[in-house]
């Protein structure tokens, strides 16, 4: 167990649709990392905060959007959906952004399909 | 230009005995770290080892060793004596920015599925 906890395990939904994800950090860590892992893109680095500021933006569509609130959990929310979005989305979280802390630990995903 | 690869997409390897999974690397940064993660079928992401481009010695976790070669920037993973249940994906990634405070998130390579045959 990796401490870092993501809601819900798995997803059903329509294209057009609209999702959140949820993610608690392990307790301490302060930076969290969104990735996406689909079959032909691999893992794919979306977006990080640290603290509740965006400190970092990779390959995140327009449609995507996160936030991460005072308490340190973090939320997805992917929006008009479509059949590409279907993927395995990882949180995970570290302890510091600026400083090296080390590896990242990763959530066991939630896993969206859309129909 | 990729930051990592891993070349070999599939890896078979007899139980008990080692295997090494490829991954080059391209960084101009000087100060950056490297991983290996674990991803079994159920899909979870476990962390194996670490290796930092200032460490002097290789990084060793128990039968996890990597084999790091700055100047041809590669760091392949060894498995000893492979059991089973190391069947899985297998991803190598890279942290840049280490030393000068602003360390990024991981970049991953495209993983090799290790099979361990009985």
């Known amino acids: 167990d990796s401490g870092v906890t993501q809601t819900p395990k798995h997803l059903i939904t329509a294209t057009g649709q609209r999702v959140t994800l949820r993610c608690s950090p392990r307790s301490g860590d302060l930076s969290v990392y969104w990735y996406q892992q689909s079959l032909d893109q691999g893992l794919q680095f979306l977006i990080q905060y640290y603290n509740g500021e965006e400190r970092a933006k990779g390959n995140i569509l327009e449609r995507f959007s996160a936030q991460q609130f005072p308490d340190l959990h973090s939320e997805l929310n992917l929006s008009s959906l479509e059949l590409g979005d279907s993927a395995l989305y990882f949180c995970?979280?570290?302890?510091?952004?600026?400083?090296?802390?080390?590896?990242?630990?990763f959530g066991e995903g939630s896993r969206l399909t859309v129909l | 230009a990729q930051k990592i690869t891993q070349t070999q997409p599939g890896m078979f390897v007899q139980e008990k005995e080692a295997v090494t999974l490829d991954c080059t690397y391209d960084t101009s940064d000087p100060s950056y770290g490297l991983f290996w993660y674990k991803q079994p079928s159920s899909g979870e992401m476990i962390f194996l080892i670490y290796q930092g481009s200032y460490d002097q010695q290789n990084a060793t976790e128990g039968r996890y060793s990597l084999n790091f070669q700055k100047a041809r920037k590669s760091a392949n993973l060894v498995i000893s004596a492979s059991q089973l249940g190391d069947s899985a994906m297998y991803f190598c990634?890279?942290?840049?920015?280490?030393?000068?405070?602003?360390?990024?998130?991981?970049?991953f390579g495209s993983g090799t599925q290790l099979t361990v045959l009985p």
């Open positions: 995970a979280s570290s302890v510091a952004a600026g400083q090296f802390a080390g590896e990242l630990f």
């Open positions: 990634a890279m942290r840049e920015g280490i030393s000068s405070g602003s360390a990024r998130q991981l970049t």
